[in-house]
């Protein structure tokens, strides 16, 4: 508003000027304009400097990342940083220093310059070739991250929805059980596992679903180890947002997408590193996807392989907290009295709404 009420009433006093044909006093204007040209172009060049300075340590940029695979990002994004830098620095100060340098005088007279062939080449292939280069290179390591994984690598089905993530590794048999979303059932089913009968959805139970092991918010993986994250959607359209490893991904329903990376740190190396006691390495959704959006933040562990075997053993399968009465644990006869009864109890709850279903 305040810019707006300067233009004008500058553009009023240049009127009054001409229309009064004080030559002069065009001139003066003419010279005052000139020298705020040049005092714009240093304030302006200050500004970035200073906003440069108080904001960067606010970024990411100062942090390394936390995948192998995001250095390359990292590094197209520091290429694409210094090139587009380095233009933006020369053709501004060209611009305010030409309008300075070259403002209306009576010892010169404007040289027409309508076309130029060997100009209008180079700057349309100079930029043409520097495109093509950083978009190769883009290609190349979205080919390579998207593409197969290595094959050490640990298999996590990450799947989204409002709102929250699911995640699934494969249990003992290394591979996931089958799911259909009409068997999705929050209170103990959250990826609709086929794990039994069902005539409704002509569905059989799938033993593979049996062992697998279903997380909510928390996966584990490991330091060094590539891990491929599988990713699907419930509902809608959310995004596995990875900011310290530098990746994201769409997770689309109805279509799996797939992103692999080499975490370099594990969570304890990363509160050191950043001396933040709370550091946590977080999936934030990176699509607008619902009124609870902002509340979709999942948590990655990244620990030693020792550390991932000893946690992985403490986990039970999905298919143990849907169905009581298969757990093993729940079958030894010296199991004490009080749990035993809430296991029975919880067994005959089971069984009445898994007959209410089928
Ligand atoms: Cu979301």
């Given at each position: 508003m305040v810019f707006l009420i300067i233009f004008q009433i500058a553009k009023a006093s240049e009127y009054v000027i001409?229309?009064?044909?004080?030559?002069?006093?065009?001139?003066?204007?003419?010279?005052?304009?000139?020298?705020?040209m040049i005092a714009f172009l240093i304030a302006g060049l200050?500004?970035?400097?200073?906003?440069?300075?108080?904001?960067r340590g606010k970024t990411l940029l100062v942090h390394e990342s936390a995948s192998v695979q995001g250095e390359k990002v990292d590094q197209m994004l520091n290429v694409t940083?210094?090139?587009?830098?380095?233009?933006?620095?020369?053709?501004?100060?060209?611009?305010?220093?030409?309008?300075?340098?070259?403002?209306?005088?009576?010892?010169?007279?404007?040289?027409?310059?309508?076309?130029?062939?060997?100009?209008?080449?180079?700057?349309?292939?100079v930029p043409a070739i520097a495109l093509t280069i950083l978009v190769v290179i883009g290609l190349r390591?979205?080919?390579?991250?998207?593409?197969?994984?290595?094959?050490?690598?640990l298999e996590v089905e990450v799947t989204g929805k409002q709102f929250g993530w699911v995640f699934r590794y494969k249990g003992?048999?290394?591979?996931?059980?089958?799911?259909?979303?009409?068997?999705?059932?929050?209170?103990?089913?959250?990826?609709?596992?086929?794990?039994?009968?069902?005539?409704?959805?002509?569905?059989?139970?799938?033993p593979?679903?049996?062992?697998?092991?279903?997380?909510?918010?928390?996966?584990?993986?490991?330091?060094?180890?590539?891990?491929?994250?599988?990713?699907?959607?419930r509902d809608v359209v959310h995004d596995v947002g990875l900011s310290w490893f530098r990746l994201k991904m769409d997770a689309v329903p109805g279509t799996p997408t797939t992103l692999w990376f080499t975490p370099k740190f594990t969570t304890k190396e990363m509160i050191e590193k950043t001396g933040n006691e709370?550091?946590?390495?977080?999936?934030?959704?990176?699509?607008?996807?619902?009124?609870?959006?902002?509340?979709?933040?999942?948590?990655?562990?990244?620990?030693?392989?020792?550390?991932?075997?000893?946690?992985?053993?403490?986990?039970?399968?999905?298919?143990?907290?849907?169905?009581?009465?298969?757990?093993?644990a729940n079958q030894k006869p010296t199991t004490p009295v009080a749990p035993a009864a809430d296991t029975t109890k919880s067994t005959a709850k089971a069984e009445v709404a898994q007959k209410a279903k089928i």
């Open positions: 001409v229309l009064k044909g004080e030559k002069k006093a065009l001139k003066q204007n003419n010279k005052i304009n000139g020298f705020f200050i500004g970035v400097y200073l906003c440069d300075d108080a904001l940083l210094i090139i587009t830098g380095a233009v933006f620095v020369i053709t501004q100060i060209l611009l305010f220093w030409f309008a300075y340098k070259y403002q209306e005088s009576d010892k010169r007279k404007a040289y027409y310059f309508p076309h130029n062939n060997t100009m209008e080449i180079v700057w349309t292939v390591n979205w080919f390579s991250f998207t593409g197969e994984a290595p094959k050490n690598a003992d048999d290394g591979t996931f059980g089958k799911k259909y979303y009409r068997m999705i059932d929050d209170a103990n089913n959250p990826l609709g596992l086929n794990w039994r009968d069902s005539t409704e959805y002509k569905i059989k139970d799938d593979a679903t049996h062992d697998d092991i279903v997380l909510q918010q928390t996966v584990y993986v490991v330091k060094d180890r590539p891990v491929k994250f599988i990713i699907n959607s709370n550091f946590q390495y977080e999936i934030s959704c990176d699509q607008m996807c619902g009124n609870g959006h902002y509340s979709m933040k999942g948590v990655i562990q990244v620990v030693t392989q020792a550390e991932f075997d000893a946690w992985m053993a403490k986990q039970k399968p999905a298919y143990f907290a849907a169905f009581p009465e298969k757990d093993p």
